[in-house]
């Protein structure tokens, strides 16, 4: 299963939004609500951002917002903040042979 | 508050085995299925396999399939990533992330992770 496919780069001023896409296919993002977001900061485990697409676990700014729309998941982060500098990777349950698929990962960067 | 702890760093020689753990607490970890995630240095995430420790049922991504093996102990809340034989290519950060799911199928999402454990095989 191909890993799905997230932009490498995105950036933004301080107190900007920027918005994260994550391309897959009908056999994984367009097949099910099981969409998640996870930030990673360098030298440390990935943390949950935002699950079934747009759902945020406790504890999680609410700067963060997930969506979806047919194949495509995007991750908004408004008020960006020099803290949200990081890797951010999606991931997808698959009907397919894999039952997940990650995404290829984002750095962002706060200007 | 869930914890998920991983054994430490290694270093090892191509051709050796290997087995890493990853130690759950504060849940029920036989009702929770355990993922294994590699990161090679500077690069993505990547899905290897998962398992439920109550039965032992394990999906592998294609792309391990055959060359890891995941297991668990359900009795000391335990699950395992074992190599027969490493290669350098196995050279990365490995995560275990419970699913979200309590004693459900394998869909949900990864809410708990383990700090990592960096293995380094080398001659």
């Known amino acids: 299963h191909s890993a799905l496919t997230q932009p490498a780069s995105v950036s933004g001023s301080s107190g900007q939004s920027i918005t994260i896409s994550c391309t897959g296919t009908?056999?994984?993002?367009?097949?099910?609500?099981?969409v998640s977001w996870y930030q990673q900061h360098p030298g440390k485990a990935p943390k949950l951002m935002i699950y079934?697409?747009?759902s945020r676990p406790s504890g999680v700014s609410n700067r963060f917002s997930g969506s979806k729309s047919g194949n495509t998941a995007s991750l908004t982060i408004s008020g960006l903040q020099a803290e949200d500098e990081a890797d951010y990777f999606c991931?997808?349950?698959?009907?397919?042979?894999?039952?997940?698929?990650f995404g290829t990962g984002t750095t962002v960067t706060v200007l | 508050e869930v914890q998920l702890v991983q054994s430490g760093a290694e270093v090892k020689r191509p051709g050796e085995f290997l087995r890493i753990s990853c130690k759950g607490s504060?849940?029920?970890?036989?009702?929770?299925?355990i993922a294994w995630v590699r990161q090679m240095s500077g690069k993505g995430l990547e899905f290897m396999g998962i398992?439920?420790?109550?039965?032992?049922?394990?999906r592998y991504s294609p792309s391990f399939q055959g060359q890891v093996t995941i297991s668990a102990d359900k009795s000391s809340n335990t699950a395992y990533l074992q190599w027969r034989s490493l290669e350098a290519s196995d050279t990365a950060m490995y995560f275990c992330?419970?699913?979200?799911?309590?004693?459900?199928?394998?869909?949900?999402?990864?809410?708990?992770w383990g700090q990592g454990t960096l293995v380094t095989v080398s001659s």
């Open positions: 992330a419970r699913l979200s799911a309590f004693a459900g199928p394998v869909v949900g999402n990864f809410d708990s």
């Open positions: 504060e849940y029920s970890f036989a009702t929770y299925w």
């Open positions: 398992i439920y420790p109550g039965d032992s049922d394990t």
């Open positions: 009908s056999s994984d993002v367009g097949d099910n609500k099981y």
């Open positions: 079934d697409v747009s």
């Open positions: 991931c997808s349950f698959t009907s397919g042979n894999s039952p997940y698929v």
